[in-house]
């Protein structure tokens, strides 16, 4: 299954113009699968940049609007989107000029696969 997964999400990574890595890891950052391009920055492929969504989900869900399901940040030429999938989270890294709006649409095609990935690393959830 972890080929099929790989595969999957390789192809993924082909369909939106710009789109140079799909990161799925846990809420502490620790990457469970990883496919690239090889033109990701590397900073943002360290459980410490990953890891930090589950801190800014939290905090921006205390604002009162509910539970946060996606955060997107700009960088000067990179996009990062992150995907709230609990337990895991799953980042798109692409370049500036990537279709903000084609990234978000990749969430509905992954999730699927998140939720077997989701699975397998999570077989007794609660």
């Given amino acids: 299954?972890?080929?099929e997964l790989r595969v999957?999400?390789?192809r993924l990574l082909h369909t939106v113009d710009g789109l140079e890595g799909i990161v799925i890891s846990d809420r502490d950052g620790v990457p469970v699968l990883e496919v690239s391009t090889g033109?990701?920055?590397p900073n943002v492929l360290?459980?410490?940049f990953l890891g930090a969504f589950s801190l800014c989900s939290d905090q921006a869900g205390k604002v009162?609007?509910?539970k946060n399901n996606r955060i997107t940040t700009f960088y000067s030429d990179h996009q990062v989107v992150q995907f709230n999938h609990f337990p895991l989270i799953v980042t798109l890294i692409a370049k500036g000029s990537a279709n903000t709006?084609?990234?978000y649409m990749l969430d509905e095609e992954m999730k699927d696969a998140v939720g077997d990935l989701t699975a397998a690393v999570n077989p007794n959830p609660q």
Avoid: H, I, T
């Fill in 39 to 41: 033109m990701c920055p």
């Fill in 64 to 66: 009162g609007f509910g």
């Fill in 101 to 103: 709006g084609l990234l």
């Fill in 46 to 48: 360290k459980p410490v």
């Fill in 1 to 3: 299954m972890a080929e």
């Fill in 8 to 10: 999957f999400f390789q």
